[in-house]
């Protein structure tokens, strides 16, 4: 191994022993069983080395958003006991290429989605575990079912056997006032709770998924069941390619 990769790797070590102790904490704090909060690391953008490194460590929960990324570090990484979830928009046309390599969907959302889900698994002869995205901050630009029709959402969704509905996921609102994420968190629990309420049969409702690097401690005070943590262990992401820059630059 060269040097710059024995340092990364000890970095990405030292960074998931941070985040653990982190998740341990915030569940001492809220007095919960640190067993009851699983830890999804989010590798969009991270090379399939560092996560080698993180899955040798211990990990089996690996999120990604998208597909083709995905599926090349799938095929990478078949060696490794790896349970893949796919956390991200998911356009129909990338359905078939998404059920080669994911044990789970946490970004259902639109019943086309559904519909798709459903042809390609009879198609398969098989079930998916999936959850159902919640746009609890209501922002225009997050995907996710409303608030307000997700138990109607979820009543559909029930129909079809070949999804298993395990529960919610969101992602808190953005903002320097971390009660804001909170409100978030709080709705999804309390939609989990109104929909468990309901009894709809086939429907589990045992993960509430939500918290990132950095509302995670929120999120587990909130009754979050799995973290998606993708920075705090694997640093920052470049950040994607503005195409109003390009744009601009294009007619300069
Ligand atoms: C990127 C991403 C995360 C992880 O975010 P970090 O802030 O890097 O921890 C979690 N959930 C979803 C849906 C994401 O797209």
Redesign the pocket.
Known sequence: MTQAATATRELILANLEAVRSRIRDACRRAGRSPEEVDLLL?T?TVPAERIRVAVEAGERLI?E?KAQEALAKYEELKDLPIEWHF??HLQTNKVKDVLTFASMI??VDRMRLVEKLDQQLQRLGRSLDVLIQVNTSEEESKFGVAPEETLAFVRQVARYDTLNIKGL?T?GKLSADPEDARRCFRLLRQLRDRIVAEGIPRVRMEILSMG???DLEIAVEEGSTLV?????VFGP?PQPASHFWDEQAKTR
């Open positions: 989010v969009k999120g958003n956390i991200g946490q970004s996921m992602i990132m690097s950095g998606r943590v993708g920075t705090a992401r």
